[in-house]
């Protein structure tokens, strides 16, 4: 079936929806856009451009877009602060919704928005995209063959030090490091660990030479049920680019192998190869290189079409509203942790979130 879709927000990341998410679905006859909304009326080009809308399919306000156009499914690329409005919009006009990450910009809301759509019946997914790039989903398949998880890494770090180079919003943000670009890989870790997170301890700082309002580098160590440990180090300010965006590395230690991902390359390192007591130094490409996954869609394009299989009866998408609050509690744990200097038990927040939204 072919679902019509209102599109909120062509600025910033919305934009890439536009030119690099929606179009592949539509080919495929899953989605058929049928209006854009943005505040600002100058965006509207790109949505006739890029999404084939004539000028009068283009609006500044979204209730009178899903007033004029019946639509099935609302997709939400707006700033967080503005999700929970825009999510009662589009259950108000009985619309399932997916939509861009965070869920919203606190955990409470974020709880409200999930407890709506199910009051509402109707379904709702968070494209947490990083998870779904080619490298990441062939590194939790190698992972998944490695056999029991004993610990986990991921580092993300560059110099975009400099106002400019994302949306003015994002500089501006109080946890940005946490809320814009560590809730991906936290969300990684969380789905690897695949066990309910326990505990967070964080520091978060600014450095002096970035051009950052709020905290834009951090150590995070997470605890899961299970026994799982894992360490996050992330920055956007250092002096040099080892894993910038979309190249992250991630390694997981498990029983049988050692599993690494590094800029988009992925090795497996098995336990047999190589002597007990062995400290001889190895390093990237001297393991087993593991070939890409190939399948015709990554990222928000490939999230899309889950969500449409979601709608059509399958079975719920792996980033469905109420799996994403955990991911959202991890990283609003490590918020409170590291403003408090204290671990934060993860799911005692979640459940403070549940009773006071």
Same mark, same amino acid.
């Given at each position: 079936?072919?679902?019509?879709?209102?599109?909120?927000?062509?600025? =910033?990341?919305?934009? &890439?929806?536009?030119?690099?998410?929606? +179009?592949?679905?539509?080919?495929?006859?899953?989605?058929?856009?049928?209006?854009?909304?943005?505040?600002? +009326?100058?965006?509207? @080009? $790109?949505? @006739?451009?890029?999404?084939?809308?004539?000028?009068?399919?283009?609006?500044?306000?979204?209730?009178?877009?899903?007033?004029?156009?019946?639509?099935?499914?609302?997709?939400?690329?707006?700033?967080?602060?503005?999700?929970?409005?825009? /999510?009662?919009?589009?259950?108000?006009?009985?619309?399932?919704?997916?939509? @861009?990450?965070?869920? *919203?910009?606190?955990?409470?809301?974020?709880?409200?928005?999930?407890?709506? /759509?199910?009051?509402?019946?109707?379904?709702?997914? /968070? &494209?947490?995209?990083?998870? #779904?790039?080619?490298?990441? *989903?062939? %590194?939790?398949?190698?992972?998944?063959?490695?056999?029991?998880?004993?610990?986990?890494?991921?580092?993300?770090?560059?110099?975009?030090?400099?106002?400019?180079?994302?949306?003015?919003?994002?500089?501006?943000?109080?946890?940005?490091?946490? $809320?814009?670009?560590?809730?991906?890989?936290?969300?990684?870790?969380?789905?690897?660990?695949?066990?309910?997170?326990?505990?967070?301890?964080?520091?978060?700082?600014?450095?002096?030479?970035?051009?950052?309002? =709020?905290?834009?580098? !951090?150590?995070?160590? $997470?605890? #899961?049920?299970? !026994?799982?440990?894992?360490?996050? @180090?992330?920055?956007?300010?250092?002096?040099?680019?080892?894993?910038?965006?979309?190249?992250?590395? #991630?390694?997981?230690?498990?029983?049988?192998?050692?599993?690494?991902?590094?800029?988009?390359?992925?090795?497996?390192?098995?336990?047999?190869?190589?002597?007990?007591?062995? %400290?001889?130094?190895?390093?990237? =490409?001297?393991?087993?290189?593991?070939?890409?996954?190939?399948?015709?869609?990554?990222?928000?394009?490939?999230?899309?079409?889950? %969500?449409?299989?979601?709608?059509? =009866?399958?079975?719920?998408?792996?980033?469905?509203?109420?799996?994403?609050?955990?991911?959202?509690?991890?990283? #609003? *744990?490590?918020?409170?942790?590291?403003?408090?200097?204290?671990?934060?038990?993860?799911?005692?927040?979640?459940?403070?979130?549940?009773?006071?939204?």
């Amino acid at each position: 079936m072919t679902y019509r879709l209102v599109h909120v927000g062509l600025g =910033g990341q919305g934009s &890439t929806w536009a030119t690099d998410a929606i +179009p592949p679905n539509v080919h495929d006859d899953r989605i058929e856009v049928v209006a854009a909304v943005d505040t600002d +009326p100058e965006r509207h @080009e $790109l949505a @006739e451009q890029e999404l084939g809308l004539s000028p009068e399919e283009c609006y500044t306000d979204l209730e009178t877009a899903l007033s004029e156009r019946p639509a099935d499914i609302c997709s939400i690329v707006t700033p967080p602060s503005t999700h929970e409005a825009v /999510v009662e919009t589009a259950l108000a006009h009985d619309l399932h919704i997916i939509s @861009e990450k965070p869920i *919203a910009d606190t955990l409470e809301a974020s709880v409200r928005v999930a407890e709506k /759509v199910d009051e509402a019946g109707k379904k709702m997914g /968070v &494209t947490m995209s990083h998870r #779904f790039d080619r490298d990441k *989903a062939t %590194f939790r398949r190698a992972v998944e063959e490695a056999g029991d998880i004993d610990y986990l890494t991921a580092r993300y770090t560059g110099n975009v030090r400099e106002r400019g180079f994302y949306a003015d919003y994002v500089y501006e943000m109080d946890d940005m490091l946490l $809320l814009d670009g560590a809730i991906h890989h936290l969300d990684i870790l969380a789905s690897l660990a695949d066990s309910p997170c326990e505990r967070v301890y964080a520091e978060t700082w600014t450095p002096e030479e970035a051009d950052y309002d =709020g905290d834009c580098s !951090g150590l995070v160590t $997470l605890h #899961f049920a299970d !026994g799982t440990r894992a360490q996050y @180090e992330g920055s956007y300010a250092n002096a040099t680019t080892l894993n910038g965006w979309g190249h992250e590395q #991630f390694r997981a230690e498990c029983s049988d192998q050692t599993v690494v991902l590094d800029r988009r390359d992925v090795e497996r390192f098995h336990a047999d190869a190589y002597d007990t007591g062995n %400290f001889e130094s190895i390093g990237k =490409g001297d393991g087993e290189t593991v070939p890409l996954a190939e399948r015709p869609h990554w990222k928000n394009a490939w999230l899309i079409e889950q %969500f449409c299989d979601w709608i059509d =009866g399958g079975e719920p998408m792996p980033t469905n509203v109420d799996s994403v609050l955990q991911s959202m509690a991890i990283v #609003f *744990a490590a918020i409170e942790s590291s403003e408090t200097g204290e671990a934060v038990d993860v799911q005692a927040l979640l459940d403070d979130a549940r009773a006071n939204a």
